[in-house]
């Protein structure tokens, strides 16, 4: 289960290394295009929001952390799912 951090305010987002891989491509593709989205996930825990989002914007720090050291194998198709989902929708929601 590695994490995703963005802005150091809230707690990181947990997410397994499979999927975390697969939104570094995304998120880092529309950052390295300037282009800014709203990211939504529903955080683990008894307490607290159901659900959260975030704007993701080029100038505010993301940290991605892998609990593997070995590199996933990465489905192309996956990516491109989500990033027209992205571009469809202006919303990346990352799946539990």
Not at 26 to 33: A, D, E, M, S
Not at 50 to 68: N, Q, T, Y
Request: charged share 20%; glycine share 6%; no cysteine.
């Amino acid at each position: 289960m590695g994490t995703l951090e963005y802005n150091s305010s809230h707690p990181a987002i947990e997410i397994d290394d499979v999927t975390l891989a697969h939104l570094k491509i995304v998120v880092g593709t529309k950052l390295r295009r300037q282009e800014s989205f709203m990211m939504t996930w529903s955080p683990d825990g008894q307490s607290g929001p159901a659900r959260l989002s975030a704007w993701i914007h080029p100038a505010i720090p993301l940290v991605i952390a892998f609990d593997e050291a070995t590199p996933v194998s990465i489905d192309a198709a996956r990516v491109a799912t989500m990033m027209e989902h992205l571009n469809a929708h202006g919303e990346l929601v990352v799946p539990r």
